[in-house]
């Protein structure tokens, strides 16, 4: 058995009018991770679940969900979907759109009762199970969107932007579900534009803009690709010191030096330097991006036309041993 649950090789789409919504993403998709594609409004998200899901064709490329190609019958019986802007009919209670969800997926009738229960307590909606549709906030929509999502028991579920328009409790409570998700062994795929949902809880990433993949990896990894080392300092520092620290390429505000290293041995002269000045060094800290810097760097990068700096390599102050 493959140890990823998508392996996507070169997808395309291409609309009518020669739109390219999707240009050659490659992706691989561990088992029992919680996956996030991230980008902004129109970056070709939606259309990758679509197509992972059937519900449109690809223009071009390969590729597998577990362990099968794209589109076998047997493999969508183990895929959950919550689509974007998903609307069910408002005359319907929550416990019927569940039950409905478990008929179109063939659950057995002995099973739907008990796995509406089960699940009806898992999004925290069952005092409100007998309540229309039409009734409920977007929160208690979304919601019972995520439990008809798991109603035949997914391997993996998609979910398009879940927490757009959810209140803050609610996309807490988001979090932690997926967390619970993820510890049953399920993987779970997240499209959406709202990063700060994503970074607590997201095992790796891919950023998408275009229709083109900028960046993929465990977030950790990525974001450490560009650290920076902040010193902070008591005292005034020379003027000639800190002309040698600014033209080596550091920055220096009062009190303040910022370093862009990886390497803690990179700071240890600076540290040295301060120190011979007579001045007290109150903090050292290496500091990563946030995962909104680790995208808006990427997306800059895409949109300028010449290439971009090697992310994460270090600038030498002048008056430090060369690496």
Do not use: W
Request: proline share 6%; hydrophobic share 35%; with cysteine.
């Amino acid at each position: 058995m493959s140890d990823y649950v998508l392996d996507l090789s070169g997808i395309r789409k291409t609309y009518r009018g020669g739109v390219e919504a999707l240009k050659g993403i490659d992706l691989q998709v561990p088992r029992g991770c919680i996956y996030g594609l991230l980008g902004p409004n129109g970056a070709g998200k939606s259309t990758m679940i679509k197509i992972l899901t059937t519900l449109i064709r690809k223009s071009g490329g390969d590729g597998t969900m577990l362990g099968k190609p794209i589109g076998d019958r047997r493999t969508l019986q183990k895929v959950g979907l919550l689509p974007e802007h998903a609307q069910f009919p408002d005359y319907l209670t929550g416990r019927q759109v569940i039950e409905f969800t478990a008929g179109l997926q063939d659950v057995a009738a002995s099973e739907v009762q008990k796995r509406t229960d089960t699940l009806l307590e898992l999004v925290d909606m069952t005092e409100a199970e007998g309540r229309k549709m039409k009734g409920y906030s977007k929160g208690m929509k979304q919601r019972i969107g995520i439990a008809q999502a798991l109603v035949n028991d997914p391997e993996i579920v998609f979910l398009d932007e879940p927490t757009d328009g959810v209140d803050p409790a609610g996309r807490r409570d988001f979090r932690l579900l997926m967390k619970r998700l993820r510890e049953e062994g399920r993987t779970i795929f997240i499209n959406t534009h709202i990063l700060s949902e994503l970074e607590p809880i997201v095992d790796r990433v891919a950023i998408v803009s275009h229709g083109e993949l900028l960046g993929e990896g465990v977030l950790d990894d990525l974001r450490s690709r560009k650290p920076d080392y902040h010193v902070e300092y008591e005292g005034a520092l020379s003027p000639t010191t800190q002309a040698s620290m600014e033209s080596g390429g550091l920055i220096v505000s009062s009190g303040l030096i910022t370093m862009s290293t990886s390497k803690a041995e990179d700071v240890q002269p600076v540290i040295d330097q301060l120190r011979s000045e007579g001045l007290v060094v109150s903090r050292v800290e290496r500091k990563t991006q946030s995962l909104e810097e680790l995208f808006m760097g990427f997306v800059d990068q895409s949109n300028v036309a010449v290439p971009p700096p090697i992310p994460g390599a270090p600038i030498q102050p002048s008056f430090l041993p060369p690496s």
